[in-house]
């Protein structure tokens, strides 16, 4: 299935710009920022929070903080005492998968959504290939750029499939035909409206999904500030999926 022409210039100049702030982010020790929090420490460094750069993490066994540093990402796992800054190193392939990740262009792949070359990788294990997509899997609120060109992901391709979509009483099934893991949102019937539960449910889920879409307004041009506004409108699925794909790339810290 190729992958839909979206008229979404905006997003390409904005994996352009997060690219380059990856590139000449370097090494230097800046301000950090929680984007992960779990573990019995997770209250006392809460997502969203800033640590000066004489700050001090002190963990304990079973704790995993991420922290954000001049674009990059840092895992630090307890049990010890960890400086909120360090030097980071991203290994080469960070600027092409975070174009990837901030992007809904003809960049993308217009098969699978994923790379096919890892054979561990199994549908459950698969992310959506950028945050744009929503993976109907996911619950909770979600982003959008454009209501109009908001399209629907699933891991796989195989196999014909229906979701049901429920909201204020109005109904709608989207067919996912076998060879395709896209499919537009159904604009015509149930309209992308701010704030509104939608229920999904069929299609492979285990149990019903609900989602809520919330207004992205102006596109970040920095992986920072696309952080920072997922954060702030409660973006959470969105979030995950950035950091994870940044963690992804550590090839230091400490």
Do not use: H
């Not at 196999?159 to 060879?179: F, M, N, P, Q, R």
């Not at 994870?244 to 790339?249: G, L």
């Amino acid at each position: 299935m190729s992958f839909p022409d979206f008229s979404m210039r905006r997003i390409g100049l904005t994996a352009a710009a997060a690219v380059a702030a990856i590139a000449f982010a370097g090494t230097a020790a800046a301000q950090s920022m929680v984007v992960r929090s779990t573990g019995p420490s997770a209250g006392k460094y809460p997502t969203g929070t800033k640590l000066k750069s004489t700050d001090k993490l002190s963990l304990v066994a079973g704790d995993k903080v991420v922290l954000m540093q001049s674009g990059k990402t840092r895992t630090l796992s307890g049990p010890g005492t960890f400086g909120a800054t360090g030097q980071i190193q991203a290994n080469q392939n960070m600027g092409a998968t975070v174009t990837r990740m901030l992007s809904t262009g003809p960049t993308m792949r217009s098969r699978g959504g994923f790379s096919r070359g890892a054979e561990t990788d199994t549908p459950i294990n698969v992310r959506a290939p950028n945050l744009w997509l929503l993976d109907y899997r996911e619950a909770g609120t979600f982003c959008v750029v454009d209501p109009a060109t908001l399209m629907l992901w699933r891991p796989n391709m195989e196999g014909d499939t229906a979701l049901e979509i429920e909201s204020a009483g109005k109904k709608a099934t989207v067919a996912i035909v076998d060879g395709a893991n896209f499919r537009k949102w159904p604009t015509d019937t149930l309209p992308v409206q701010y704030g509104v539960d939608y229920r999904l449910s069929g299609a492979g889920l285990a149990r019903p999904v609900t989602v809520r879409f919330a207004a992205m307004g102006t596109v970040p041009d920095t992986v920072e500030g696309s952080v920072d506004m997922l954060m702030a409108k409660g973006c959470s699925p969105q979030l995950n999926r950035l950091v994870d794909t940044m963690s992804e790339t550590e090839t230091a810290g400490g």
